[in-house]
């Protein structure tokens, strides 16, 4: 498939386990982020999303926490599957405009 | 419902040639947004178009463009291709743009400049 990003940080975790991917985002004026997976030959697919009034937000499996003062952002992925893998990025939107402005990506790596 | 359909999923074209890449949104949706996602720089953004308008732009030459249509169908064009524009053209939709449960993507146009 299309190589979403070559030189990405991985995790390897192994089935089963937890992951947690952390982002760190740029403005601080940013009120609204979201994760996303990319699996190989798609587009990115929506996780979760998480308004900066909060600081957790729990999905299926999936648990966002957003920490403003150090403008950081994680997913946590409860009970890691094989099709887990993907590369996962944030994102946020900068004072309710119009585009999002997309992290590097992680490439997540689950092992049998 | 159908998701969001970009055509053609593949496409190589020669270095100074034009392209047209095509986006039908999500049935209802009527902001359709343009990203370029390469290895190098990830996903960046092109423009938005909302209501056959132009509502947001990215930081790309002016090489590149778009437009929506009254069915909210979207095209970009790419002229004078030069080798660094290959990548993966990704366009989203959704229902007015914003922070409004984020985007639908679609599968992309892998562009090739040769």
């Known amino acids: 498939g299309e190589s979403v990003g070559l030189h990405l940080p991985t995790l390897s975790v192994q089935e089963g386990d937890n992951s947690i991917i952390n982002c760190a985002y740029s403005n601080s004026a940013s009120d609204y982020f979201i994760w996303y997976k990319q699996e190989s030959g798609k587009g990115p697919q929506f996780i979760i999303d998480i308004r900066s009034n909060m600081d957790k937000r729990q999905g299926q499996r999936v648990t966002v926490l957003l920490n403003k003062t150090v403008k950081h952002l994680s997913l946590q992925i409860a009970a890691t599957q094989p099709g887990d893998s993907a590369v996962y990025f944030c994102?946020?939107?900068?004072?309710?405009?119009?585009?999002?402005?997309f992290g590097p990506g992680t490439r997540l790596s689950v092992l049998p | 419902k159908a998701g969001v359909t970009q055509t053609p999923r593949y496409l190589i074209k020669t270095r100074g040639q034009q392209v047209t890449l095509s986006c039908s949104p999500i049935s209802g949706h009527r902001s359709v947004s343009w990203y370029q996602q390469t290895p190098g720089q990830g996903l960046q953004f092109l423009f938005e178009y909302f209501s056959e308008t132009q509502r947001n732009k990215g930081n790309f030459p002016g090489r590149f463009s778009g437009r929506q249509f009254s069915n909210s169908r979207s095209e970009m064009n790419v002229s004078t291709l030069e080798l660094g524009d290959s990548a993966l053209y990704l366009c989203a939709s959704s229902l007015e743009g914003g922070p409004n449960y984020g985007y639908t993507f679609g599968s992309g146009t892998r562009l090739t400049v040769v």
């Open positions: 994102a946020e939107n900068l004072n309710y405009g119009q585009n999002f402005v």
